[in-house]
């Protein structure tokens, strides 16, 4: 299998990590978390001559989801995202207006299941459900690459106090499935910087009795 080429953009006001994940012979590849700055991202996407097979979402919180209707809508794609979290993108408005800021419903949703592969080329994407920060977020896991949304940050986890959200579910999902990887494996968060596996094992204090 060939090694995925990632390109993170760092989007909107809270500077949320948003990737782009594709197979570097076919071009064939996905969209991460595009929660805000379409054009940005879209120009990311053309530059690398991206061929999209769809547009992915951790979960349903507006910082990972404001632009999925209008990068989708340019690259003619469908947006996949729980159906746990996925009433804020297929409610009966065009819109929903959260914290000012205006999600553009997308054209299609396709909901993920946990244990589903994502092909793009020859290289997949397993779905992996990880509540927690979110009733249905979800990580997706691409050989030694794992999106895992706002799950795990170096040093830290997502916030768990928001509707939806569980402390007791975050760490279980982190023991089943994150800490069942190689150290070596990476963790893109949904904001913040790359870390491992293996770093937060060691260095990650919310996540220490998971060792214990």
Known sequence: MNDPVVRKIQVGMLGTNCYIVMDPASKEGYIIDPGSDARKILE????????????????????????????????????????????????????????????????????????EHLHMGDVLLKVLSTPGHSRGSMSFLCGDDLFGGDLVFEGSVGRTDLSGGSLSDLLESVRREVFVLDDDTRIHPGHGPDTTVGREKARNPYLRELED
């Open 44 to 115: 990311a996407a053309r530059s690398m001559g991206l061929d999209c097979k769809g547009v992915l979402c951790t979960h349903g919180h507006i910082d990972h989801v404001g632009a999925v209707g209008k990068v989708a809508a340019a690259l003619d794609a469908d947006v996949y995202i729980s159906e746990g979290d996925a009433g804020v993108l297929t409610g009966s408005t065009l819109g929903a207006k959260l914290g000012g800021l205006l999600v553009s419903k997308p054209r299609g949703v396709e909901y993920l299941h946990a244990g």
